[in-house]
């Protein structure tokens, strides 16, 4: 999350890929929200530890395919906040308040414990303006983990003002939001929160996030107690490691 207004760091490494295209998977994949039929093949190469890997660096990452679209941006958490000051107060929500949470597992995604917080959800059953079942049943927990997320948000939204207003909320079709129905997370309407328990690391099913808000971004914030992961980017046969001294960098996908 770097403000346009900022100075650039002039060291930035470019992970290119010229085998794929945006317009390819914009093309084939904007309207496929989950998916569970990843070819064997590709799972048997990931299986083999044959996908690409992706380094963790102290500069920002930019991943950038064969047209020159950019489908993700890595920012170290030091451009995000140099003192860290983002992610301190979401790690300390977490050691108060991991156990608290309903163990509702996501069964789409694989994971056990998934917390969505959000003033307006689009793909909601119904066309009612309202909040996550979650955020309003988590109720001191929600207002919470919003409360500790909030510099995350001022940074997101002073980098990004133009990813809310006015594009996105035309896709609101004719619905006005009132003051109680603001975006709970800066440029988004909210946000997902993924909650280890029982010891079990955090990890998802292969899924998509489309259906929020068409050509729009996403953004991922690693925070807690962790070793290592890795985010897998399967279309393009690659993962973005994730180590312990990642906390707290963010990463920026487009959507698709």
Known sequence: MICAESSMPEDEYVEKFDN????????????????DKTPEWVVQKYNAGHFRRIKSRDI?????????????YRVPAHLV???????????????HSQHKP?????TSRGVHCVRRY???????RNSEVGFSSEYTKDGEISANFME????????????????HHPRIIKELKGYTLDVNHRPLSGP???????????NKPVETTPHRELMGFSEGMSCLCPFGEFRAGGLVLWELKAVHEILRMD????FLRQTP
């Open 118 to 124: 959000a003033s307006w959800i689009k793909y909601r």
């Open 102 to 106: 309903p163990r509702a597992k996501d």
């Open 60 to 72: 920002p990452t930019a991943i950038k395919l064969k047209d020159g679209g950019i489908i993700g």
């Open 247 to 250: 906390k707290g960098k963010t």
């Open 148 to 163: 500790a997320s909030q510099l995350l948000w001022k940074r997101a939204a002073e980098c990004f003002p133009k990813h």
């Open 20 to 35: 794929i295209t945006l317009n390819y998977l914009r093309r084939t994949f904007e309207r496929t929200q989950n998916f």
């Open 188 to 198: 988004w309407m909210g946000c997902a929160v993924n909650v280890a328990v029982d």
């Open 81 to 95: 906040m140099s003192d860290l000051s983002h992610v301190t107060p979401l790690e300390e929500w977490a050691s």
